[in-house]
């Protein structure tokens, strides 16, 4: 009944929870990339990116604003659909953007918007002990979430700018039960931004999901990073863990599959992208 969809392309199957399950079994490192348009999705598709992410630093790279906070569900959803259109094998993850799931009753009708309007198979959103209760509800509509933990742009207002977050004993011990409440509660994936690469390691060893890191080290499941920052279109100061892949690279496509080879084979991140 099902056939349609994976004769499409049967020599490259798509990408679901189970191959992210059997690539951390296998220690095969997960390659994650942000994408915002259908022409870069294609690129990242045919680079063999794994997991592809709509984020909303799309607020910050493409609409030039200084945070994510202004985003809006619409925009999410406009943009997730665009990339979702250019994807084949990649697994396509969409924010929920800013004060959208105040609320398990609004998270959930929201992840629905990117899952049938945009396309997403998984939605993520930055998390903490208080969104236990919402991933518990989330995953039991069946609902694939990714929990976002360490440094999370949504909250740099309350938390005081984008710095390193676990740096001492307790934040660092908070941080590891949080991971391990928010998977008990159905959190499919961890995503960890800016914390200490000891830590990183930590956290990955101590659950059985997949973990992607963004700056926490190299000893997580995976990684990933804004494309704009490894294609060098950012301006302006980029984060320690940014490296510039285009240097050398033809074209964007032959830049993105170097970071998809250096992820690979452990070349990125290096002992300079650590914290
Ligand atoms: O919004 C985003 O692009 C993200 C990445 C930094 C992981 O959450």
Redesign the pocket.
């Known amino acids: 009944m099902y056939t349609h969809l994976q004769l499409r392309d049967s020599d490259r199957p798509p990408v679901t929870l189970a191959t992210l399950a059997r690539m951390k079994a296998q220690g095969e490192k997960i390659v994650s990339l942000?994408c915002y348009d259908a022409s870069f999705a294609v690129l990242l598709d045919a680079a063999d990116v794994d997991v592809v992410?709509v984020?909303?630093?799309?607020g910050m790279v493409i609409q030039g604003r200084d945070t994510?906070v202004p985003v809006t569900m619409d925009q999410m959803v406009y943009h997730s659909a665009a990339v979702a259109r250019g994807l084949h094998r990649p697994f396509l993850i969409t924010?929920l953007p800013f004060m959208s799931y105040p609320t398990k009753e609004r998270a959930l009708e929201n992840a629905v918007r990117l899952m049938q309007e945009g396309g997403a198979k998984m939605v993520?959103l930055e998390s903490g002990g208080g969104q236990v209760e919402i991933v518990e509800f989330l995953a039991s509509h069946d609902i694939a979430v990714c929990a976002?933990l360490g440094l999370k742009?949504q909250s740099v207002h309350k938390t005081g700018g984008f710095r390193v977050q676990g740096r001492e004993d307790a934040a660092a011990h908070q941080l590891i039960e949080d991971a391990k409440r928010l998977e008990s509660a159905g959190a499919d994936v961890v995503?960890l931004?800016c914390i200490p690469a000891a830590l990183g390691m930590q956290i990955t060893a101590a659950l059985a999901v997949p973990v992607i890191g963004?700056g926490a080290g190299p000893d997580t499941d995976g990684q990933?990073l804004?494309l704009y920052d490894i294609l060098d279109i950012t301006t302006g100061r980029k984060p320690r863990f940014v490296r510039n892949f285009m240097a050398g690279a033809g074209d964007n496509l032959e830049a993105i599959k170097r970071y998809v080879a250096a992820v690979r084979e452990r070349a990125y991140p290096a002992a300079e992208h650590c914290f």
Do not use: R
Request: aromatic share 0%.
């Open positions: 942000t992410l984020g909303d630093s799309l994510t924010d993520k976002h742009p995503l931004e963004i990933i804004v």
